[in-house]
């Protein structure tokens, strides 16, 4: 069983909706969760960073933990076609490593 | 603020050459450092990371092995390449616990 699963997509969406990214994970250590942003053919972007469960919002993006359930999403809002692009979600521990899903390709049409 | 380059930005080379990735970093010091590939459509792979100086620990590859010489350079090393070592490579540094950045990348094509 991988550490971290998460659905590859690809999601499409029409411009305006919004869009829930998801992932689970099995190592309890972890406490500290990512979301980055991939455009084709660059470097991962880091989106939004988050420690608790909990709610953290950064404009039309909000990340969610649920320790509990050992799920985190990313939600956008009024999504955009320049949202596009492939998102990983990553998390670790007290430890030097990070664990990253396999991304999720999203396209949102205009 | 803190920058993290790669080069070259693309390579293409034959089956058993050799291989020399490079990734600095600016803005830090000592930085926790990372090599990871990508394969196409596939997620990141873990390959090397670096505490410091001299410290490398290795994740996977039987062929390809790294370095840091410097506190802000990490180099990627192959002696001979397969066909599956292409790939898109990544280097990126540890600001905290809960944050990582990723430099531009390599995308490398062994034919």
């Known amino acids: 069983q991988k550490e971290v699963e998460q659905d590859p997509g690809p999601l499409s969406v029409p411009e305006g909706a919004i869009v829930s990214l998801n992932c689970t994970y099995s190592?309890?250590?972890?406490?500290?969760f990512m979301w980055y942003r991939q455009y084709s053919r660059k470097g991962p972007e880091l989106l939004m960073y988050t420690y608790s469960s909990g709610n953290k919002e950064d404009g039309r993006f909000t990340a969610q933990v649920d320790k509990s359930s050992k799920y985190i999403s990313l939600f956008i809002r009024d999504s955009q076609p320049s949202d596009s692009a492939t998102y990983l979600c990553a998390m670790s521990g007290n430890f030097n490593k990070f664990y990253f899903g396999s991304g999720t390709k999203l396209n949102v049409k205009p | 603020s803190q920058t993290i380059h790669q080069w070259p930005a693309t390579l293409v080379q034959p089956v058993g050459s050799p291989l020399s990735l490079e990734c600095t970093v600016e803005g830090t010091s000592n930085p926790n450092l990372y090599w990871y590939r990508q394969a196409a459509g596939r997620g990141l792979q873990l390959l090397f990371y670096s505490v410091g100086i001299g410290q490398i620990s290795s994740e996977v590859p039987q062929n390809l092995s790294a370095s840091r010489p410097q506190d802000r350079q990490f180099i990627l090393s192959s002696k001979k390449l397969l066909l599956s070592d292409s790939g898109f490579y990544l280097c990126a540094w540890k600001r905290s616990v809960n944050e990582q950045y990723f430099g531009p990348g390599t995308r490398l094509t062994v034919t």
């Open positions: 190592n309890s250590a972890f406490q500290y």
